[in-house]
């Protein structure tokens, strides 16, 4: 199963955009790139997903490199209701083996 | 739109006790999955469903058994609990339309205690 790799941490100040990368080098056609993030306490929570083109919603966008080894999701004005651990997945073909790294933890500065 | 839910939320067993954790989706996915959460890690694959009648191992299957007779259910086993079992698990769903493309729900965590 193709994995990811993120930063364990990162920094933001608030108001701020934020950009978080992930590597999926090893990614093949079919795989789509999905991003999730679990506040303090809960659940995991869906983001944003996409296979090639970037991607828009009213949480997030996600950038997609043009040879789909990496990708960048951007929070355009960070709040601090935004800190959380962010997770970078692929989904394949075999979809329900769908396996999480350790993430990215989001500190935001007031 | 309960979603994904979660039965119970917490839980304290002690050394060798089984259990069951309930997990129940109303969304008619076919795909469900079970993971567990160990303190400032990541999430891990238990087992998975594709579909009712169908399961399979995921990353740390060892310990858990699990069963999947509706579409809807999807419970886990814990036979003879062990200290190292003591994490928060996460049950999720997915749809089948476009597989990989489809957004998985989770529900709110049972976190488990093994003393």
């Known amino acids: 199963d193709a994995k990811t790799t993120q930063p364990n941490s990162m920094e933001s100040n608030e108001e701020e955009p934020v950009h978080l990368p992930c590597n999926h080098s090893t990614i093949s056609g079919t795989d789509y790139i999905h991003w999730y993030r679990q506040l303090p306490s809960q659940g995991p929570e869906y983001v944003i997903h996409?296979?090639?083109s970037n991607v828009n919603n009213r949480m997030a966008s996600l950038a997609i490199a043009e040879d789909r080894k990496s990708s960048t999701l951007i929070l355009h004005r960070a709040t601090l209701r935004d800190a959380a651990v962010y997770y970078c997945?692929?989904?394949?073909?075999?979809?329900?083996?769908?396996?999480f790294g350790d993430g990215t933890t989001l500190t935001v500065k007031p | 739109n309960a979603g994904v839910t979660q039965t119970p939320k917490f839980r304290i067993l002690k050394i060798g006790q089984s259990m069951t954790l309930q997990c129940t989706q109303d969304m008619n996915h076919n795909y469900m999955y079970w993971y567990r959460q160990d303190p400032g890690m990541g999430l891990k694959l238990i087992y998975y469903?594709?579909?009712?009648?169908?399961?399979d191992k995921g990353e740390v299957p060892n310990g858990y058994n699990v069963s999947r007779s509706t579409t809807e259910d999807f419970p886990l086993r814990l036979e003879l609990a062990a200290p190292s079992q003591t994490s928060v698990y996460f049950c999720?769903?997915?749809?089948?339309?476009?597989?990989?493309?489809?957004?998985?729900?989770f529900g709110s965590g049972t976190q488990l205690s093994v003393l």
């Open positions: 999720a769903s997915s749809g089948l339309v476009g597989a990989a493309g489809e957004k998985l729900f």
């Open positions: 997945i692929l989904r394949g073909t075999n979809a329900g083996k769908s396996t």
């Open positions: 996409g296979l090639t």
């Open positions: 469903s594709v579909g009712a009648g169908i399961t």
